[in-house]
């Protein structure tokens, strides 16, 4: 079965830190696409951060800029999303989602699986 899922999910004070995972079964990342992105209740789907099939990195939110970083652990199959310097505003449900075909998209029909999304909530 081909699937994603997250984990590390949960709840931290303004300025902390966590660190959400991504596991894929049935696929190799090494040779996909991969991406965070965030949605709030009531708003669409925010693009966070996108690692391609090369290794290039885009940013698709500034608000994540030089706080947040993505990566992938190809042994481990699993990417993840390093969130330093949270912020109330951070607060959402955090989704990964890969495509074995194409580089980075900002479109979130383009993509090819999703993960069933982790709840990260900033807040004192």
């Known amino acids: 079965q081909l699937r994603l899922e997250e984990s590390g999910g949960g709840w931290v004070q303004p300025g902390g830190s966590l660190r959400l995972s991504c596991a894929a079964s049935?696929?190799?990342?090494?040779?996909?696409?991969i991406a965070w992105f965030r949605q709030v209740p009531g708003k669409a789907r925010e693009g966070v951060l996108c690692?391609?099939?090369?290794?290039?990195?885009?940013t698709y939110s500034d608000s994540v800029e030089d706080r947040f970083t993505i990566s992938r652990d190809n042994a481990e199959n699993t990417a993840y999303l390093q969130m330093n310097s949270l912020q109330p505003e951070d607060t959402a449900i955090y989704y990964c989602t890969a495509d074995r075909t194409f580089f980075c998209s900002i479109s979130t029909g383009a993509w090819e699986f999703w993960g069933q999304g982790t709840q990260v909530t900033v807040s004192s």
């Open positions: 049935g696929f190799t990342l090494e040779t996909s696409s």
């Open positions: 690692i391609s099939k090369d290794g290039s990195i885009t």
